[in-house]
């Protein structure tokens, strides 16, 4: 049985950053892609990084500029390194794994607050 459990969340001023990690268990994630979806409260849930087994990346054009992900296989671990933080960013994150996102992490919680 997959697991995925996410850890690094928090309260972050604007303008601060946070390195949220996800560590796989139960399966070698190198073979799959792995990604960062978020959802804020009201809203629907979107991708906001991904990265393949190759390590190819995309990110929302939202978030292009200010973060980055990234995956350790030797740790099944993958990182969103988040700079720049605004209130807007402020959303449940999620990490998914598998060609059709076929496994989730139970999130963890992103505030952007003053």
């Known amino acids: 049985q997959v697991q995925l459990v996410e850890s690094g969340g928090g309260l972050v001023q604007p303008g601060g950053s946070l390195r949220p990690s996800c560590a796989a268990s139960?399966?070698?994630?190198?073979?799959?892609?792995m990604g960062w979806y978020r959802q804020a409260t009201g809203k629907k849930r979107e991708l906001v990084a991904a990265?393949?087994?190759?390590?190819?990346?995309n990110c929302a054009d939202s978030v292009k500029s200010r973060f980055t992900i990234s995956r350790d296989n030797a740790k099944n671990t993958v990182y969103l390194q988040m700079h720049s933080l605004k209130p807007g960013d402020t959303a449940v994150y999620y990490c998914?794994?598998?060609?059709?996102?076929?496994?989730w992490g139970q999130g963890i919680q992103v505030t952007v607050s003053s």
């Open positions: 998914a794994m598998g060609r059709r996102w076929d496994y």
């Open positions: 990265i393949t087994s190759s390590g190819n990346t």
């Open positions: 139960g399966s070698t994630c190198r073979f799959y892609a």
